[in-house]
């Protein structure tokens, strides 16, 4: 079985330090994984995913990801948090073969303080 | 291109009752799914359909039937409503049910059981 465990509930960081939200995973074979963000009253929308090579993922609106095998981690990260960035966002994973159904973490709420 | 529509946004329902969320896609998406969201327990998938004529269960489909009318629509129905299922439910949608592809959500629909 596979899972996504988000250890923080919330993060607050001022508006223009750096962030990081962290994500760990768990999946048998080699992972796909995801980031989605989620607005108020609004839908989950796709960030960014790993899918192979380069460890570094980058993202829209500034979001980079690093994958960490050894770590099984996913932590996404942006170097100067906007006021806009406040969302809730999810991690999720999927393993690479067959048709497994995506599992999301269960969200972390990024609060900006301007 | 409206991408996923899920209708009502807001329902309330007494126990007991039921009722019918709808989700339609234009993506020529062949997968549709039904999540459901609530704080702290991320998204747990209810029932999805990998293509056209298929659907099965999810992690939480107890109380919940769904019917994929065609490729474009996948309806979530609530025969006897309870407070427990009291909830923001999301419609999503990918090309298909594998791998790297990415999920397209829907708006939300608001459903409140007393």
């Known amino acids: 079985a596979q899972s996504v465990a988000q250890p923080e509930d919330q993060v607050n960081v001022a508006e223009g330090n750096p962030l990081t939200v962290k994500c760990t995973y768990s999946?048998?074979?080699?992972?796909?994984l995801f980031w989605y963000v989620q607005y108020p009253n609004r839908g989950l929308q796709f960030l960014l995913k790993?899918?192979?090579?380069?460890?570094l993922v980058k993202g829209s609106y500034g979001f980079e990801a690093e994958f960490n095998k050894s770590q099984t981690s996913f932590h996404l990260k942006k170097p100067s948090a906007l006021v806009s960035d406040s969302a809730l966002y999810f991690c999720a994973v999927r393993h690479n073969f067959g048709n497994e159904k995506l599992t999301f973490g269960t969200g972390t709420r990024l609060t900006i303080i301007p | 291109n409206a991408g996923v529509t899920q209708t009502p946004k807001f329902q309330v329902l007494k126990t007991g009752q039921s009722m019918t969320l709808q989700c339609a896609q234009d993506?020529?998406?062949?997968?549709m799914y039904w999540y459901r969201q609530d704080p702290g327990m991320g998204l747990r998938l209810i029932y999805y359909s990998a293509s056209e004529g298929t659907t099965d269960k999810g992690e939480v489909p107890n109380g919940y039937n769904v019917s994929r009318l065609n490729k474009r629509e996948f309806s979530l129905r609530l025969e006897s409503a309870a407070p427990s299922q009291t909830s923001v439910y999301f419609c999503?949608?990918?090309?298909?049910?594998?791998?790297?592809?990415?999920?397209?959500f829907g708006a939300g629909s608001r459903l409140t059981v007393l």
């Open positions: 999946v048998s074979g080699n992972p796909y």
């Open positions: 999503a949608s990918e090309i298909r049910a594998s791998g790297a592809n990415v999920l397209t």
């Open positions: 993506m020529n998406h062949n997968s």
């Open positions: 790993y899918i192979t090579g380069d460890n």
